[in-house]
């Protein structure tokens, strides 16, 4: 079955840089879900998408920004990062349907380490 | 505000055991889920618990859900080496899909 698609796997920047981290959520789900997870950490909810527009907000910095688009991938921006930015990012689709139980699929992660 | 509490953190036990994970949440929820994490993978689902006395077993996982006492456990039966990983619960409601974590029960189970 096909899962969530997530680019890079791995990425290393240097501070006050810039990354973009991709998903590809699985079919027919419409909504995307951003975590980020430090070491020894839970997950963290930064930004959610439903039918490309957003749905809720939590955690995201504001040097952060991400969007949806019509092919239902998304894309987490991230500026100016900081040594403090460095985790796993996950991304998460899951279908909204009403009286369904909208389990999060999890992708594989990208590993962001900022030097 | 929603707030997620699991208890152990983290344990260590031996094979062939039985322990129970539990997981209390602060407010009213709609959904209860368990995931499993090994070190540096992603987040894989186990049980989604949708409502009062809810049960869901796969194997020698089984969780229960009782939303009066807003707490949901995961039992382990007959522990072995393999089930050794990062277990969380998370909640979410209707009116906000995001989950909310607890913090992880680190479980190590010893040949």
């Known amino acids: 079955a096909a899962g969530v698609i997530q680019s890079p796997r791995h990425l290393i920047k240097e501070k006050r840089e810039t990354a973009t981290l991709k998903c590809y959520p699985i079919p027919r789900h419409d909504t995307v879900y951003w975590y980020q997870q430090g070491p020894g950490q839970d997950p963290q909810f930064l930004i959610s998408?439903?039918?490309?527009?957003?749905?809720d907000k939590g955690s995201i910095p504001d040097r952060f920004s991400a969007q949806q688009f019509s092919d239902y991938h998304s894309e987490l921006n991230m500026s100016s990062l900081e040594l403090g930015d460095s985790a796993l990012y996950f991304c998460a689709s899951s279908p909204r349907l009403a009286g369904v139980d909208n389990e999060q699929f999890f992708g594989p992660g990208t590993r962001l380490t900022v030097l | 505000e929603l707030k997620v509490e699991q208890n152990p953190l983290f344990l260590s036990m031996q094979e062939g055991k039985n322990y129970t994970i539990y997981c209390n949440y602060s407010t009213t929820s709609d959904r209860l889920y368990w995931y499993r994490q090994d070190p540096g993978k992603s987040l894989e689902s186990l049980f989604v618990?949708?409502?009062n006395g809810a049960v869901k077993q796969e194997g020698r996982l089984m969780a229960s859900l009782d939303t009066k006492a807003r707490l949901s456990t995961l039992h382990i039966t007959a522990a072995v080496h393999d089930l050794s990983a990062t277990y969380f619960c998370a909640v979410s409601m209707d009116s906000n899909y995001q989950l909310i974590w607890g913090a992880g029960t680190k479980l190590i189970i010893k040949p």
């Open positions: 998408f439903y039918e490309k527009m957003q749905s």
């Open positions: 618990l949708l409502s």
